[in-house]
């Protein structure tokens, strides 16, 4: 395996586990199946890749697959200049689950690109998510589309439509109800509610990262022409908190725009 990162410090941490270190990204994309990235946004993305000495200009690459979160429009453009630059395939997969994911092995890949491409990656030597599901326009037979974890499946096309009656009673059974347990139940909160309360010494993922998932997601929105209230005012909260700098630090310290006297200890984790 051979890798190359923008920080050097961080991929001499897996030259111990066998890794060869390359001194460039074109380096690391010669002369091997494929490449997995991961970064921050769509402008380290288009600098990593098609950049002096970028993935695109690496022997002999097949195919590129994207962890990075960016928006499906600046994908598409990305992946059309790759293969107009070199041939290659881009395979959009972005990933959710956090360190915990990564730690536990229960990372969601959600894998998106075209219907035949030009080349199949070799079946990994590294471990694949258990359980698979495809949306959308199923790809040819023996290609994959989609691998993943998820928890909401769609509904059977099989399944028969309630009647009118039925739909009402489950309309009233469905309605809302107070809080409760379950938000007990909510994963978030069982992870990142303990981490308000007391600040502890390992980030598990910058508020920064999340304000640049949520920037995402509302640009989609505006772009389709859906309203989305909510998600805007956690927008705003989240744009609060990092003109505090608190960007670096871990999405807990959200709590302190609310409650200042936790400001310092996440101002510190932040780096300030």
């Known amino acids: 395996m051979q890798v ?79 293969r107009e630059t070199c041939g290659a395939d ?26 035949t491409p030009r080349s199949r ?48 009673t489950a309309s009233r059974s469905t309605s809302w109800r107070p809080p409760g347990r379950r938000l007990g139940r909510l994963k978030p909160l069982q992870v990142f509610a303990p981490r308000m309360i007391r600040t502890q010494a390992q980030s598990i993922g910058a508020l920064q990262t999340m304000l640049k998932d949520v920037d995402n997601v509302l640009a989609a929105a505006r772009a389709s022409g859906a309203p989305m209230p909510v998600t805007g005012s956690v927008q705003q909260v989240l744009r609060i908190a990092d003109a505090m700098g608190l960007g670096p630090a871990e999405l807990s310290a959200v709590v302190s725009v609310v409650l200042p006297e936790r400001r310092e200890e996440f101002l510190r984790q932040a780096g300030h």
Do not use: Y
Request: overall charge positive.
């Open 4 to 82: 190359w990162n923008r920080s050097p410090a961080k991929a001499e941490q897996l030259a111990a586990l066998g890794a060869r270190i390359m001194a460039t990204p074109a380096q690391a994309a010669s002369g091997v199946d494929g490449v997995l990235m991961c970064l921050f946004d769509q402008a380290a993305a288009e600098a990593v890749v098609f950049g002096d000495d970028g993935i695109a200009r690496g022997a002999g690459l097949k195919w590129l697959v994207d962890h990075s979160s960016m928006s499906p429009e600046a994908t598409r453009a990305l992946a059309a200049r790759l």
């Open 90 to 115: 881009w395979i959009d997969a972005p990933v959710s689950g956090g360190i915990g994911g990564v730690e536990a092995g229960t990372l969601a890949v959600m894998c998106g690109g075209e219907a």
């Open 121 to 168: 990656p070799r079946k990994p030597s590294a471990p694949t998510p258990a359980t698979s599901r495809t949306w959308g326009r199923r790809a040819p037979a023996g290609r994959p589309s989609c691998a993943t974890r998820p928890s909401w499946r769609p509904p059977s096309p099989r399944s028969p439509k309630p009647s009118a009656s039925r739909s009402a």
